[in-house]
C-alpha cells in the first residue's frame, strides 16, 4: 500500500509500479516489464553487467554513496570460494523509511535486482536481511519469494537460462549496528552483530570468509531498470557521477510527509515547498536533516542546494539515506540533539570505546542540558566529546552520532545558551515535535 | 636482510619483518604505543582505540595495533593530535570507571591508572552519575566488577582462544555491555584465572587474592609450581610469611604467562592449618609432638641398631622433592643404609625411553618445541586436564603456526578440537591403532610425540620404532606426573639405577615388592603416601615418614619429621621435557625443614657423613656426576630452564613396567597435596574426570 500521494514532481523509475493494482504480485510484474532486464542480463557477460552499472553511475543508496559498479568489480568472480549477494535491508536510520515500501510494493524487482548481481559476479546464493522490527515484510517477501520458486524465476536453472539462484530472508533482531555490513555479516553468521575490521572488504572475505556483494535494497531495485532501458538513460536523470533518481523520505514539519522518488539533484528547497507542501501552520523553516539522522543538520539558509552526494558533502553534509527531516522555528535543537544522541546511546553496539562511553556520556549530559541543569562549560564540551568520536571509532556509527551534534552546537548555540541559568526550554510551549 | 620493510615513526629510522604491526614495529624501536585491547598472541580487537597514531597521507588517525608496516611508511605518535585522541580515550574510559583505586586490588598494577597517569588528563569533566551493576562471584576464584570493566575482550580471548575453554561472552550491547560467564551466573570452566591475570584493570578479581592486600607489600618470589610435571613458572607473592597469591605476570619462565588453577590457587596448602608443624614420634601407640633432638636421636638410635644386627632398610621417595634431596636420599640410602631398596612411585616409563633413544640427538622435546614444531602427536593422555601447560602450548601452535595436532587417546580430549585427525583408542591396543596414522605422519616435516602411562616397557621401544621408520626428526615427550617425576628418576630413585641411570649391581626392592616385604626392619618415606591404597607387610618394622601433613602413611609411622614444601626451599627440579628449574623459597614455615636438611640432620645423627646438605653443593655434585646433568648453570642460576641431555649409554629399564601407574589426576586433583587445598576443593568441578564428554 501506499502512505503518502504521488507527487507530480516526480520521476518513476523504481517506484513505478507502486499504485498499480496488487503490485507485489508476480503476474503484475511481469505485465510490466519485470524480469525483462534479467533475460537481457542472461545474454551479457558479467563485465558488460557491471559496465552497464558504471555508466549509470548509481551510487549506494543506502548513505555512503559508493559506486555501485565499482563495488562489483571488487568482487572477485573466480575466486573458488562460494560468492553471495546480500540485501541490506537493515533500514533503521531515524528518517529513513524506503526500502521497506520497496519491499512492500515490488518484491519483485528487488529480486530481479539480486539476480542480476548475482549473474554479474558469479554467485548463486542471496540473503536479504530484514530489520527485525520489519517482521510483516519478511513474510510478505518469503511470499514473494515462493512465487518466484513456484514459476521458475528462483531456484534452479532460472526460465531455461542455466543459472540457478537461490535467495533467503534473514531476520535482523533489532539492533541499527547491523545495517553497518560488516555487522550485519557477522549477524548474518549467526554471531554477534559488531562490525568487522576493514580489510579484508566484504567484496573479497565477506559471509562464510567468501567473497560477497552487499547492497542496499534501492541500489538492487534501480538494476533492473539500468539494465533494461541502459546505464546512460538512468544516468542522464541525475546530476554528472549522481545518476538516476533518488527516493526521498520527507517527514517532520512538512505539509505532506512522504516518500517521493526524486531525480539526484533535486533542489531541497523544491522539495520542502514543491513537493512537500511547505511547513504547517506558516511557520519558518529552521533546520533540514538532509538524509537521515546521522547527516550534519542544513540551517534555513543552507537549504537553497542540490541534493546529490557530492554537492551536500562540499556543504559538510552529506545525502545519506534520503531521510529527509524538516524542523521549523519551533523546534528545541537541545531537545533535538538530545533525540539523536538517545537513539545512537541506545544502538551503540559498545565494541569500542569513543562510541561506547562518547554517546552514553552525551547523551546525559544533553539530558541534564536541556532540564535547565546545563553549565556554560558544557556546551563546548558537547562539542569536544563529539570531536573526540568523531573519525576515532571502529565503524561509523560513531561519526553518526558526532557529526550532527557537532553541526547543532556550531549552528544553534543560542538555543544552547537560552537553556542556562536554569532557564526552562524556550521552545516548551510549541506542540507538533518533529521527533518524539 | 633485504626483505625487511623501512619505515619511520617519529622520526627514528625502523625496520621491521612484514606483516609486523606498527604497534610492534614501535615498540621494538623503543616507542611505546599505549593499548589496552592489543594483546601479543591473540586476536586484533581495534575496540579501546589507544592506539591512535598519525600516518603521513592518511587524513585520518589510523590504528597502530591492526595497521601492518609498509615501506617507506611515516608514522607519529608523538604529535598533539594522537596526544589529544590518547586524552578523549581516557578520558572516555573512566566515565563509567568507579575511581575505587584505593580498595581495589589492582591498584598499583593496574594498566588504566598507568595509562591515565601518562596519557590522562587531571580532572574529570564528567558530572553525571556513573552507572552501576553489583559485583558477581562466578566461581570460587573468579569475581567480576563490571563497573570497572572496560571491556577490552582480553579475557574472552583467552578463555577462547588460549584455553579453548570459551567459558566468557559478551551480553547487551552499548555502554550496558557485560561480560558474561558461560552458565548464565556461574563459571564451569578450567578456573585457570587466566582472565582475572589478563585483566587490566580490576574488573576480574581473584577469590584467593581480593581485598588481601596491595601489590607493594608483598615480596615476589619467583619459584615452580609444586603440582604436575609442567614445570610452570609461578611467582608467589608473600606478605608476613604467608603467600597471598601466585601469577606469571612478568612472562617469565617457560610458561609465558599461562597458569593453570594449580599454579594460580593451589598454593594454599602450604597454610593448611593441618600442617605439621613439629617431629611426632610414637610413645605408647600414640604420636606425640617432640623436639628435633628427640626424634633425630630416636630415629638416628634406631638406624644404628638396625644396621648393627645387619637388618633390613627400605626407602621410598618423593615425586615432588627436589633433585638435591633426592640426590641426597638415594646417597644416603645405598652409602649409609647399604641398600638398593629405594624405589618411587613411578609416573612414566623415562627409562626406557632414554633408553631407546641412546645414541639419537634432538630426540628430547622441550616445552619450547610444543609450541614450534609443525606436527604434534598426543598418545594416551588428556592433555588439558593432565598436563595443561602442554597443552597450552600446542593449542598456541595450532593457532599462531597451524601445526598439525594428532590425537591418540582413550576417550574424548580438548586437543580433538583442532587436531587433524583423532583416534578414539583402548588402553594397550594404541601401538596397533597408531598404524593407521603412519601415512599421514610420514608427511609430515617433523613431529613431537607425547605418551602416556599407557605406552611402557617394550610399547616405549616399539613406539620409537615407529616414529625412526616415519624417517622425520621425531621428538619425544615420556608424560610423567608431577613436579619432579622425572628428576626422581634421573636421580636413581630407583631400586637397579642410580643417579643418571647407572645399573647397580645388586637391584634392590621395588615399590610394591618393599610394601609386600614381610621382613623389612626400617622403612623411610620421603614425602609419599604409600599407604593410601597399599598395606605394609613387614607390621614391625620402623617407619619413618618426613611429611607435611599425617597422612595414612604417616599416621603408621614411629616418627614423623615435619616436611618444608616446594615453595619453602630451594633447589632444582626436572620437569615433564627434562629441563632443569630452580626452585626459590619465598617464605618459612614454622617448624618445618626442607627435606635435604632433615636427612643432613640424621646422617649427622648417625655419625655419617653424606656431604653438606646445601642445595647449592649437592647440585654441584649433581652437574659433575650425574649424566644429562651438565647443563648450563647460568641458565639455571637466572631463573631459565636447561634441558638436561640424553644418557647415550645402555639404560637398565625396568623388568616390571606394569608398576608404572599414572595417578591420572584432573586440574582440580593433585595426588595426596591437593587435599589439602582450599581452593581445589572449592570449584564446582573438583575433582573432574579425565575424558569427558562434559567438559570444553
Same mark, same amino acid.
Given at each position: 500500500?501506499?502512505?503518502?500521494?504521488?507527487?507530480?514532481?516526480?520521476?518513476?523509475?523504481?517506484?513505478?509500479?507502486?499504485?498499480?493494482?496488487?503490485?507485489?504480485?508476480?503476474?503484475?510484474?511481469?505485465?510490466?516489464?519485470?524480469?525483462?532486464?534479467?533475460?537481457?542480463?542472461?545474454?551479457?557477460?558479467?563485465?558488460?553487467?557491471?559496465?552497464?552499472?558504471?555508466?549509470?553511475?548509481?551510487?549506494?543508496?543506502?548513505?555512503?554513496?559508493?559506486?555501485?559498479?565499482?563495488?562489483?568489480?571488487?568482487?572477485?568472480?573466480?575466486?573458488?570460494?562460494?560468492?553471495?549477494?546480500?540485501?541490506?535491508?537493515?533500514?533503521?536510520?531515524?528518517?529513513?523509511?524506503?526500502?521497506? =515500501? &520497496?519491499?512492500?510494493?515490488?518484491?519483485?524487482?528487488? #529480486?530481479?535486482? *539480486?539476480?542480476?548481481? /548475482?549473474? %554479474?559476479?558469479? !554467485?548463486?546464493?542471496?540473503?536479504?536481511?530484514?530489520?527485525?522490527?520489519?517482521?510483516?515484510?519478511?513474510?510478505?517477501?518469503?511470499?514473494?519469494?515462493?512465487?518466484?520458486?513456484?514459476?521458475?524465476?528462483?531456484?534452479?536453472?532460472?526460465?531455461?537460462?542455466?543459472?540457478?539462484?537461490?535467495?533467503?530472508?534473514?531476520?535482523?533482531?533489532?539492533?541499527?549496528?547491523?545495517?553497518?555490513?560488516?555487522?550485519?555479516?557477522?549477524?548474518?553468521?549467526?554471531?554477534?552483530?559488531?562490525?568487522?575490521?576493514?580489510?579484508?572488504?566484504?567484496?573479497?572475505?565477506?559471509?562464510?570468509?567468501?567473497?560477497? =556483494? &552487499?547492497?542496499?535494497?534501492?541500489?538492487?531495485?534501480? #538494476?533492473?531498470? *539500468?539494465?533494461?532501458? /541502459?546505464? %546512460?538513460?538512468? !544516468?542522464?536523470?541525475?546530476?554528472?557521477?549522481?545518476?538516476?533518481?533518488?527516493?526521498?523520505?520527507?517527514?517532520?514539519?512538512?505539509?505532506?510527509?512522504?516518500?517521493?522518488?526524486?531525480?539526484?539533484?533535486?533542489?531541497?528547497?523544491?522539495?520542502?515547498?514543491?513537493?512537500?507542501?511547505?511547513?504547517?501552520?506558516?511557520?519558518?523553516?529552521?533546520?533540514?536533516?538532509?538524509?537521515?539522522?546521522?547527516?550534519?543538520?542544513?540551517?534555513?539558509?543552507?537549504?537553497?542546494?542540490?541534493?546529490?552526494?557530492?554537492?551536500?558533502?562540499?556543504?559538510?553534509?552529506?545525502?545519506?539515506?534520503?531521510?529527509?527531516?524538516?524542523?521549523?522555528?519551533?523546534?528545541?535543537?537541545?531537545?533535538?540533539?538530545?533525540?539523536?544522541?538517545?537513539?545512537?546511546?541506545?544502538?551503540?553496539?559498545?565494541?569500542?570505546?569513543?562510541?561506547?562511553?562518547?554517546?552514553?556520556?552525551?547523551?546525559?549530559?544533553?539530558?541534564?542540558?536541556?532540564?535547565?541543569?546545563?553549565?556554560?562549560?558544557?556546551?563546548?564540551?558537547?562539542?569536544?566529546?563529539?570531536?573526540?568520536?568523531?573519525?576515532?571509532?571502529?565503524?561509523?556509527?560513531?561519526?553518526?552520532?558526532?557529526?550532527?551534534?557537532?553541526?547543532?552546537?556550531?549552528?544553534?548555540?543560542?538555543?544552547?545558551?537560552?537553556?542556562?541559568?536554569?532557564?526552562?526550554?524556550?521552545?516548551?510551549?510549541?506542540?507538533?515535535?518533529?521527533?518524539? | 636482510?633485504?626483505?625487511?620493510?623501512?619505515?619511520?615513526?617519529?622520526?627514528?629510522?625502523?625496520?621491521?619483518?612484514?606483516?609486523?604491526?606498527?604497534?610492534?614495529?614501535?615498540?621494538?624501536?623503543?616507542?611505546?604505543?599505549?593499548?589496552?585491547?592489543?594483546?601479543?598472541?591473540?586476536?586484533?580487537?581495534?575496540?579501546?582505540?589507544?592506539?591512535?597514531?598519525?600516518?603521513?597521507?592518511?587524513?585520518?588517525?589510523?590504528?597502530?595495533?591492526?595497521?601492518?608496516?609498509?615501506?617507506?611508511?611515516?608514522?607519529?605518535?608523538?604529535?598533539?593530535?594522537?596526544?589529544?585522541?590518547?586524552?578523549?580515550?581516557?578520558?572516555?574510559?573512566?566515565?563509567?570507571?568507579?575511581?575505587?583505586?584505593?580498595?581495589?586490588?589492582?591498584?598499583?598494577?593496574?594498566?588504566?591508572?598507568?595509562?591515565?597517569?601518562?596519557?590522562?588528563?587531571?580532572?574529570?569533566?564528567?558530572?553525571?552519575?556513573?552507572?552501576?551493576?553489583?559485583?558477581?562471584?562466578?566461581?570460587?576464584?573468579?569475581?567480576?566488577?563490571?563497573?570497572?570493566?572496560?571491556?577490552?575482550?582480553?579475557?574472552?580471548?583467552?578463555?577462547?582462544?588460549?584455553?579453548?575453554?570459551?567459558?566468557?561472552?559478551?551480553?547487551?550491547?552499548?555502554?550496558?555491555?557485560?561480560?558474561?560467564?558461560?552458565?548464565?551466573?556461574?563459571?564451569?570452566?578450567?578456573?585457570?584465572?587466566?582472565?582475572?591475570?589478563?585483566?587490566?584493570?580490576?574488573?576480574?578479581?581473584?577469590?584467593?587474592?581480593?581485598?588481601?592486600?596491595?601489590?607493594?607489600?608483598?615480596?615476589?618470589?619467583?619459584?615452580?609450581?609444586?603440582?604436575?610435571?609442567?614445570?610452570?613458572?609461578?611467582?608467589?607473592?608473600?606478605?608476613?610469611?604467608?603467600?597471598?597469591?601466585?601469577?606469571?605476570?612478568?612472562?617469565?619462565?617457560?610458561?609465558?604467562?599461562?597458569?593453570?588453577?594449580?599454579?594460580?590457587?593451589?598454593?594454599?596448602?602450604?597454610?593448611?592449618?593441618?600442617?605439621?608443624?613439629?617431629?611426632?614420634?610414637?610413645?605408647?601407640?600414640?604420636?606425640?609432638?617432640?623436639?628435633?633432638?628427640?626424634?633425630?636421636?630416636?630415629?638416628?638410635?634406631?638406624?644404628?641398631?638396625?644396621?648393627?644386627?645387619?637388618?633390613?632398610?627400605?626407602?621410598?621417595?618423593?615425586?615432588?622433592?627436589?633433585?638435591?634431596?633426592?640426590?641426597?636420599?638415594?646417597?644416603?640410602?645405598?652409602?649409609?643404609?647399604?641398600?638398593?631398596?629405594?624405589?618411587?612411585?613411578?609416573?612414566?616409563?623415562?627409562?626406557?625411553?632414554?633408553?631407546?633413544?641412546?645414541?639419537?640427538?634432538?630426540?628430547?622435546?622441550?616445552?619450547?618445541?610444543?609450541?614450534?614444531?609443525?606436527?604434534?602427536?598426543?598418545?594416551?593422555?588428556?592433555?588439558?586436564?593432565?598436563?595443561?601447560?602442554?597443552?597450552?602450548?600446542?593449542?598456541?601452535?595450532?593457532?599462531?603456526?597451524?601445526?598439525?595436532?594428532?590425537?591418540?587417546?582413550?576417550?574424548?580430549?580438548?586437543?580433538?578440537?583442532?587436531?587433524?585427525?583423532?583416534?578414539?583408542?583402548?588402553?594397550?591396543?594404541?601401538?596397533?591403532?597408531?598404524?593407521?596414522?603412519?601415512?599421514?605422519?610420514?608427511?609430515?616435516?617433523?613431529?613431537?610425540?607425547?605418551?602416556?602411562?599407557?605406552?611402557?616397557?617394550?610399547?616405549?621401544?616399539?613406539?620409537?620404532?615407529?616414529?625412526?621408520?616415519?624417517?622425520?626428526?621425531?621428538?619425544?615427550?615420556?608424560?610423567?606426573?608431577?613436579?619432579?617425576?622425572?628428576?626422581?628418576?634421573?636421580?636413581?630413585?630407583?631400586?637397579?639405577?642410580?643417579?643418571?641411570?647407572?645399573?647397580?649391581?645388586?637391584?634392590?626392592?621395588?615399590?610394591?615388592?618393599?610394601?609386600?616385604?614381610?621382613?623389612?626392619?626400617?622403612?623411610?618415606?620421603?614425602?609419599?603416601?604409600?599407604?593410601?591404597?597399599?598395606?605394609?607387610?613387614?607390621?614391625?618394622?620402623?617407619?619413618?615418614?618426613?611429611?607435611?601433613?599425617?597422612?595414612?602413611?604417616?599416621?603408621?609411622?614411629?616418627?614423623?619429621?615435619?616436611?618444608?614444601?616446594?615453595?619453602?626451599?630451594?633447589?632444582?627440579?626436572?620437569?615433564?621435557?627434562?629441563?632443569?628449574?630452580?626452585?626459590?623459597?619465598?617464605?618459612?614455615?614454622?617448624?618445618?625443614?626442607?627435606?635435604?636438611?632433615?636427612?643432613?640432620?640424621?646422617?649427622?645423627?648417625?655419625?655419617?657423613?653424606?656431604?653438606?646438605?646445601?642445595?647449592?653443593?649437592?647440585?654441584?655434585?649433581?652437574?659433575?656426576?650425574?649424566?644429562?646433568?651438565?647443563?648450563?648453570?647460568?641458565?639455571?642460576?637466572?631463573?631459565?630452564?636447561?634441558?638436561?641431555?640424553?644418557?647415550?649409554?645402555?639404560?637398565?629399564?625396568?623388568?616390571?613396567?606394569?608398576?608404572?601407574?599414572?595417578?591420572?589426576?584432573?586440574?582440580?586433583?593433585?595426588?595426596?597435596?591437593?587435599?589439602?587445598?582450599?581452593?581445589?576443593?572449592?570449584?564446582?568441578?573438583?575433582?573432574?574426570?579425565?575424558?569427558?564428554?562434559?567438559?570444553?
Amino acid at each position: 500500500m501506499l502512505y503518502n500521494e504521488p507527487s507530480p514532481l516526480e520521476v518513476k523509475v523504481v517506484t513505478k509500479r507502486f499504485g498499480l493494482p496488487n503490485s507485489a504480485s508476480l503476474d503484475t510484474y511481469l505485465a510490466t516489464d519485470g524480469f525483462k532486464a534479467f533475460f537481457k542480463a542472461a545474454g551479457m557477460t558479467p563485465e558488460q553487467i557491471i559496465e552497464e552499472v558504471k555508466v549509470s553511475a548509481l551510487r549506494g543508496r543506502g548513505g555512503a554513496g559508493f559506486p555501485t559498479g565499482l563495488k562489483w568489480s571488487f568482487v572477485p568472480r573466480t575466486s573458488p570460494k562460494p560468492k553471495y549477494v546480500i540485501v541490506n535491508a537493515d533500514e533503521s536510520e531515524p528518517g529513513t523509511c524506503k526500502d521497506r =515500501l &520497496l519491499m512492500e510494493n515490488d518484491p519483485h524487482q528487488l #529480486i530481479e535486482g *539480486i539476480l542480476i548481481a /548475482g549473474r %554479474a559476479v558469479d !554467485a548463486h546464493k542471496g540473503y536479504i536481511y530484514i530489520r527485525g522490527e520489519y517482521r510483516y515484510l519478511i513474510e510478505h517477501m518469503d511470499r514473494a519469494i515462493a512465487e518466484a520458486y513456484a514459476r521458475g524465476y528462483l531456484g534452479k536453472n532460472i526460465q531455461g537460462t542455466g543459472f540457478d539462484f537461490d535467495v533467503y530472508t534473514h531476520s535482523g533482531a533489532g539492533a541499527y549496528e547491523c545495517g553497518e555490513e560488516t555487522a550485519l555479516l557477522d549477524s548474518i553468521e549467526g554471531k554477534r552483530g559488531i562490525p568487522r575490521m576493514k580489510p579484508p572488504f566484504p567484496a573479497v572475505v565477506g559471509a562464510w570468509q567468501s567473497p560477497t =556483494l &552487499l547492497n542496499n535494497v534501492e541500489t538492487l531495485c534501480a #538494476i533492473p531498470a *539500468i539494465i533494461r532501458d /541502459g546505464g %546512460a538513460a538512468f !544516468a542522464a536523470l541525475g546530476t554528472p557521477k549522481n545518476g538516476g533518481t533518488r527516493m526521498i523520505c520527507l517527514s517532520g514539519h512538512v505539509n505532506k510527509p512522504g516518500v517521493y522518488e526524486l531525480p539526484v539533484g533535486f533542489n531541497l528547497l523544491r522539495m520542502i515547498y514543491e513537493v512537500g507542501g511547505g511547513l504547517p501552520n506558516g511557520k519558518k523553516l529552521k533546520a533540514v536533516v538532509p538524509g537521515g539522522s546521522s547527516c550534519p543538520l542544513l540551517k534555513a539558509d543552507e537549504c537553497d542546494i542540490a541534493m546529490d552526494f557530492d554537492t551536500l558533502a562540499k556543504a559538510k553534509s552529506m545525502l545519506g539515506s534520503g531521510g529527509t527531516v524538516i524542523l521549523n522555528e519551533d523546534t528545541c535543537m537541545v531537545k533535538f540533539a538530545l533525540r539523536i544522541m538517545k537513539f545512537y546511546a541506545h544502538e551503540s553496539c559498545g565494541w569500542c570505546i569513543p562510541c561506547r562511553e562518547g554517546t552514553a556520556w552525551l547523551k546525559k549530559m544533553l539530558d541534564r542540558f536541556h532540564s535547565g541543569l546545563g553549565q556554560k562549560s558544557d556546551i563546548p564540551l558537547i562539542g569536544e566529546l563529539s570531536k573526540n568520536m568523531l573519525g576515532r571509532t571502529f565503524c561509523p556509527l560513531g561519526d553518526a552520532a558526532a557529526m550532527p551534534t557537532i553541526a547543532i552546537v556550531e549552528k544553534f548555540p543560542e538555543d544552547f545558551e537560552a537553556h542556562l541559568n536554569g532557564n526552562p526550554c524556550p521552545y516548551a510551549h510549541a506542540n507538533e515535535p518533529a521527533y518524539a | 636482510m633485504s626483505d625487511l620493510i623501512n619505515l619511520t615513526i617519529d622520526g627514528k629510522p625502523v625496520q621491521a619483518a612484514p606483516g609486523t604491526l606498527v604497534i610492534n614495529a614501535a615498540r621494538q624501536a623503543g616507542i611505546e604505543i599505549p593499548s589496552f585491547c592489543y594483546y601479543d598472541g591473540f586476536t586484533l580487537q581495534a575496540a579501546c582505540r589507544m592506539c591512535l597514531v598519525e600516518v603521513e597521507k592518511t587524513p585520518k588517525l589510523q590504528v597502530g595495533c591492526t595497521l601492518p608496516v609498509a615501506e617507506g611508511m611515516v608514522v607519529r605518535t608523538d604529535t598533539p593530535q594522537v596526544h589529544e585522541a590518547r586524552k578523549g580515550m581516557v578520558e572516555f574510559l573512566l566515565t563509567n570507571h568507579p575511581l575505587d583505586c584505593p580498595v581495589c586490588d589492582k591498584g598499583g598494577e593496574c594498566e588504566l591508572q598507568d595509562m591515565t597517569f601518562r596519557y590522562g588528563m587531571g580532572e574529570s569533566r564528567f558530572l553525571e552519575q556513573k552507572l552501576h551493576v553489583d559485583e558477581q562471584q562466578w566461581s570460587p576464584v573468579v569475581f567480576y566488577d563490571r563497573p570497572r570493566c572496560i571491556l577490552c575482550y582480553r579475557c574472552v580471548r583467552v578463555c577462547d582462544e588460549g584455553m579453548g575453554v570459551k567459558a566468557l561472552g559478551v551480553n547487551n550491547r552499548g555502554a550496558v555491555s557485560v561480560i558474561v560467564p558461560n552458565h548464565f551466573d556461574h563459571l564451569q570452566c578450567d578456573e585457570c584465572g587466566m582472565c582475572i591475570d589478563i585483566c587490566p584493570v580490576g574488573a576480574l578479581t581473584s577469590g584467593a587474592y581480593r581485598y588481601k592486600t596491595r601489590p607493594w607489600e608483598m615480596k615476589h618470589v619467583g619459584t615452580i609450581c609444586t603440582h604436575c610435571a609442567d614445570g610452570c613458572k609461578t611467582t608467589l607473592g608473600v606478605r608476613n610469611n604467608q603467600i597471598i597469591r601466585g601469577n606469571n605476570r612478568d612472562h617469565s619462565g617457560i610458561n609465558g604467562e599461562f597458569l593453570c588453577m594449580k599454579g594460580r590457587y593451589a598454593f594454599d596448602f602450604v597454610h593448611s592449618p593441618e600442617r605439621l608443624q613439629s617431629p611426632l614420634l610414637r610413645r605408647n601407640g600414640v604420636l606425640e609432638p617432640v623436639s628435633w633432638a628427640e626424634a633425630l636421636a630416636a630415629v638416628a638410635g634406631k638406624f644404628k641398631q638396625i644396621q648393627a644386627r645387619g637388618g633390613k632398610f627400605a626407602v621410598i621417595g618423593s615425586n615432588h622433592t627436589t633433585n638435591e634431596e633426592d640426590f641426597y636420599l638415594q646417597s644416603f640410602a645405598r652409602e649409609v643404609l647399604g641398600t638398593n631398596n629405594i624405589d618411587h612411585r613411578r609416573t612414566g616409563d623415562v627409562a626406557t625411553l632414554l633408553h631407546a633413544l641412546s645414541g639419537q640427538t634432538d630426540a628430547l622435546a622441550t616445552t619450547a618445541d610444543l609450541y614450534e614444531r609443525k606436527a604434534i602427536l598426543v598418545i594416551a593422555s588428556d592433555l588439558a586436564q593432565q598436563h595443561p601447560f602442554l597443552s597450552y602450548q600446542i593449542r598456541a601452535n595450532y593457532r599462531h603456526h597451524g601445526a598439525h595436532i594428532y590425537t591418540l587417546t582413550p576417550g574424548p580430549v580438548r586437543e580433538q578440537n583442532y587436531a587433524v585427525r583423532s583416534i578414539i583408542t583402548v588402553p594397550g591396543r594404541e601401538l596397533a591403532d597408531l598404524e593407521a596414522l603412519r601415512e599421514p605422519l610420514k608427511g609430515e616435516p617433523e613431529l613431537v610425540i607425547l605418551f602416556g602411562d599407557s605406552i611402557k616397557g617394550e610399547a616405549v621401544g616399539k613406539l620409537v620404532q615407529f616414529g625412526s621408520s616415519l624417517a622425520i626428526p621425531v621428538r619425544y615427550v615420556c608424560l610423567v606426573d608431577y613436579s619432579n617425576s622425572r628428576g626422581a628418576s634421573d636421580m636413581g630413585l630407583a631400586p637397579n639405577h642410580g643417579p643418571g641411570y647407572q645399573p647397580v649391581s645388586e637391584p634392590g626392592l621395588a615399590y610394591d615388592e618393599i610394601l609386600a616385604a614381610a621382613d623389612l626392619d626400617a622403612l623411610w618415606v620421603v614425602g609419599a603416601n604409600p599407604l593410601k591404597h597399599g598395606t605394609l607387610a613387614s607390621a614391625g618394622a620402623f617407619v619413618l615418614v618426613n611429611d607435611m601433613f599425617l597422612t595414612e602413611t604417616a599416621q603408621r609411622a614411629d616418627v614423623v619429621f615435619p616436611a618444608a614444601s616446594a615453595y619453602e626451599k630451594n633447589g632444582t627440579v626436572t620437569n615433564v621435557c627434562g629441563e632443569v628449574q630452580h626452585l626459590k623459597g619465598g617464605l618459612q614455615v614454622m617448624g618445618a625443614k626442607p627435606d635435604l636438611e632433615i636427612i643432613g640432620l640424621i646422617a649427622r645423627e648417625m655419625g655419617a657423613n653424606v656431604g653438606i646438605w646445601s642445595s647449592d653443593k649437592v647440585f654441584e655434585e649433581i652437574h659433575s656426576g650425574v649424566r644429562g646433568y651438565n647443563i648450563p648453570l647460568p641458565v639455571i642460576a637466572t631463573g631459565g630452564a636447561a634441558q638436561t641431555t640424553p644418557v647415550h649409554v645402555r639404560v637398565p629399564v625396568s623388568a616390571r613396567p606394569e608398576l608404572i601407574q599414572s595417578a591420572r589426576d584432573t586440574l582440580f586433583t593433585s595426588g595426596s597435596l591437593g587435599r589439602y587445598s582450599k581452593a581445589l576443593n572449592s570449584v564446582l568441578e573438583a575433582p573432574g574426570e579425565l575424558y569427558s564428554e562434559k567438559r570444553p
